[in-house]
């Protein structure tokens, strides 16, 4: 079945980077766009961007931009979110997703598990 | 950007109950392309609704969107003791894509 499998909690102190990974299998990792969301503590989820695993083309939401790079490795069918700058705000689960149809058509609807990131 | 309303913030209701979720949009939204997401403590967002009344593959009856442009609804006929969570509303028509604060549903 299609999945997206995250790499583990990290603790980071304020300035430094994170470098989150998400690993696609069950599917053709080059079909759908990986999307990047996260949700601080007791809050809503926010968008943070896209990646075209394809061409590896982006997307950025404002909030993020000259903070965050989202790349790729086909060979591996691993995309990749990387945030700098950390700031005790940017504690929170960090999630990747894809819509499994062309044009989101049918929503977004596979999920990673979420990765626990605290700046401290 | 579209800003995504939700109301109330808490539900406070008996299983068996019928709920209804709003979701207002600060302008209209493409294609209909609004989607409703549960989410449980500890768990990633989970699709129940896409398209604003389509709903996702395995998602219970129960379940029913609605709604057009800028007023959406999710409905939850009877609630089972599974379906205290958060809902989430998110639009994904245009960019940036935008979710709504979330709507808490919780045993009564």
């Known amino acids: 079945q299609m999945q997206l499998v995250q790499s583990g909690a990290d603790v980071k102190k304020p300035g430094a980077s994170v470098k989150v990974s998400c690993k696609a299998s069950g599917y053709t990792f080059t079909d759908y ?16 961007g896209w990646i075209i695993p394809n061409s590896g083309g982006t997307n950025y939401a404002q ?4 903070r965050v790079t989202m790349t790729r490795d086909t060979s591996i069918n691993t995309a990749y979110m990387d945030l700098s700058r ?24 596979v999920w990673g598990q979420g990765t626990t990131v605290i700046v401290s | 950007d579209i800003v995504l309303t939700q109301s109330p913030g808490t539900l406070s209701l008996s299983p068996g109950e019928r709920a209804t979720l709003s979701c207002r949009a600060s302008q209209s939204v493409t294609r209909n392309f609004l989607a409703w997401f ?3 403590p500890g768990q990633a967002p989970r699709l129940l609704i896409h ?12 379940f029913s969107g609605s ?10 006929g009877r ?3 599974e379906d205290f969570a ?19 549903v919780e045993i009564k």
């Open chain 1, 33 to 48: 766009y990986i999307h990047w969301m996260r949700q601080a503590p007791g809050q809503g989820l926010e968008w943070m």
């Open chain 1, 63 to 66: 909030n993020f931009q000259g």
């Open chain 2, 51 to 62: 398209g604003a009344s389509t709903r996702a593959a395995g998602i219970p009856d129960r």
């Open chain 2, 38 to 40: 549960q989410q449980k």
């Open chain 2, 67 to 76: 709604g057009s442009e800028t007023d959406f609804t999710l409905t939850i």
């Open chain 2, 79 to 81: 609630l089972e003791p």
């Open chain 1, 86 to 109: 950390l700031r005790s705000d940017d504690t929170a689960i960090y999630f990747c997703a894809f819509c499994a149809s062309i044009g989101c058509l049918r929503g977004m609807d």
């Open chain 2, 86 to 104: 958060v809902y989430h509303c998110q639009q994904y028509g245009s960019s940036p894509l935008t979710f709504g604060g979330g709507t808490k």
